[in-house]
Antibody, heavy 120, light 108 residues
Framework: QVQLVESGGGAVQPGRSLRLSCVGS????????MHWVRQAPGKGLEWVAS????????EYADTVKGRFDISRDNSKNTVYLQIDILRDEDTALYYC?????????????WGQGTRVSVSS | DIQMTQSPSTLSASVGDRVTITCRAS??????LAWYQQKPGKAPKLLIS???NLQSGVPSRFSGSGSGTEFTLTIRGLQPDDFATYYC??????????FGRGTKVEVK
């Protein structure tokens, strides 16, 4: 059974950095693209970043480009989201998602999310 | 980036109703359009990919259609379990993957 477990969220001050992690199990991690999607309190879904199965290609939403970095370690079945220079508007529940395929398709499996709260 | 406009933002309906949600893309996305369902406090669930491909295990009362810039999600015979928020999403391996703002289907 596919399982995704996010961690690394918390309460942080503006300007600081945070690294989120997502461990996948129940599937061959190295064969699938991975994604991060966030949801601010009471708001809709916002796609944040995607990475191909082998890490060779990454895409970012314009709102986070330059501050966020998605990466993966297939030996650890883990995808990461490095968030730098945190802003108030980064406050959200961050979901990790597994792709349907290798290159960045639809999200067929989701974790339960890790919460990031940015406040001074 | 491609913008996705969903309508309506809220829809009031009764059990048994036929419900239609529309999603418009700011430019041609071919058939690279997915629909997700999200219930309060839960992660989203993929319902439909590539405009009309129903995911395994999703009831056949859900259907999707459209191509280019206009898409619809239809629920025929709304069930109590279907009251939720629905999102469309454009996706493409080489570009951004934009969600619509969501449509909340609520009890009339």
């Amino acid at each position: 059974q596919v399982q995704l477990v996010e961690s690394g969220g918390g309460a942080v001050q503006p300007g600081r950095s945070l690294r989120l992690s997502c461990v996948g199990s129940g599937f061959t991690f190295s064969e699938y693209g991975m994604h991060w999607v966030r949801q601010a309190p009471g708001k809709g879904l916002e796609w944040v970043a995607s990475i191909w199965f082998d890490g060779s290609h990454k895409e970012y939403a314009d709102t986070v480009k330059g501050r966020f970095d998605i990466s993966r370690d297939n030996s650890k079945n883990t995808v990461y989201l490095q968030i730098d220079i945190l802003r108030d508007e980064d406050t959200a529940l961050y979901y990790c998602g597994r792709d349907q395929g290798m290159f960045g398709d639809v999200l067929v499996a989701w974790g339960q999310g890790t919460r990031v709260s940015v406040s001074s | 980036d491609i913008q996705m406009t969903q309508s309506p933002s809220t829809l009031s309906a009764s059990v048994g109703d036929r419900v239609t949600i529309t999603c418009r893309a700011s430019q041609n996305v071919n058939s690279w359009l997915a629909w997700y369902q999200q219930k309060p406090g839960k992660a989203p669930k993929l319902l439909i990919s590539k405009s009309s491909n129903l995911q395994s295990g999703v009831p056949s009362r859900f259907s999707g259609s459209g191509s280019g810039t206009e898409f619809t999600l239809t629920i025929r015979g709304l069930q109590p379990d279907d009251f939720a928020t629905y999102y469309c999403q454009h996706y493409n391996s080489y570009t951004s993957r934009t969600f619509g703002r969501g449509t909340k289907v609520e009890v009339k």
